[in-house]
C-alpha cells in the first residue's frame, strides 16, 4: 500500500508561483509511475503533468507546457509540481497520483494510489 500527501498550495496572485509536493510511503517510491492532476469546481479531472519511474521522461498538458514542471526525488519519496506564471484558470484541487504501470497514461482510472488533494487559488 501506498500513502501519498500533498502539500504546498494557497493563494496566490494572477503571475505568481507556487511549488507543490507530494510525499510517499509504503511501497518502494522509485518503483512508481507519478502524475499531477486537477480538478476546478463544477469541471471533470483534469491531466496536468506526469513523470516516469526514473525521471527521464516527462508529460504535460498543453495548458501548462513552458510554466509547470514536474520532477521527483526518489531518495526523498517526494515528487513536485513547480507552478510559474500561474493563471487564474488554474485554480483548482490538485491531486497527486502514482502507479506502477500508468507511465503515458492521462486517464485518472490508471492510477491506483491518490493523495487527498491540496487547493491553488490563484486570484486575479
Known amino acids: 500500500q501506498v500513502q501519498l500527501v500533498e502539500s504546498g498550495g494557497g493563494l496566490v496572485q494572477d503571475g505568481g508561483s507556487l511549488r507543490l509536493s507530494c510525499a510517499a510511503s509504503g511501497r518502494t517510491f522509485s518503483n512508481l509511475a507519478m502524475a499531477w492532476f486537477r480538478q476546478a469546481p463544477g469541471k471533470e479531472q483534469e491531466f496536468v503533468a506526469s513523470?516516469?519511474?526514473?525521471?527521464?521522461?516527462?508529460g504535460y498538458t498543453d495548458s501548462v507546457k513552458g510554466r509547470f514542471t514536474i520532477s521527483r526525488d526518489n531518495a526523498k519519496n517526494t515528487v513536485y509540481l513547480q507552478m510559474n506564471s500561474l493563471k487564474p484558470e488554474d485554480t483548482a484541487v490538485y491531486y497527486c497520483?502514482?502507479?506502477?504501470?500508468?507511465?503515458?497514461?492521462?486517464?485518472?482510472?490508471?492510477?491506483?494510489?491518490w493523495g487527498q488533494g491540496t487547493q491553488v487559488t490563484v486570484s486575479s
Open positions: 497520483a502514482g502507479d506502477r504501470d500508468a507511465w503515458g497514461a492521462r486517464s485518472g482510472k490508471n492510477y491506483e494510489y
Open positions: 513523470i516516469s519511474r526514473s525521471t527521464s521522461s516527462t
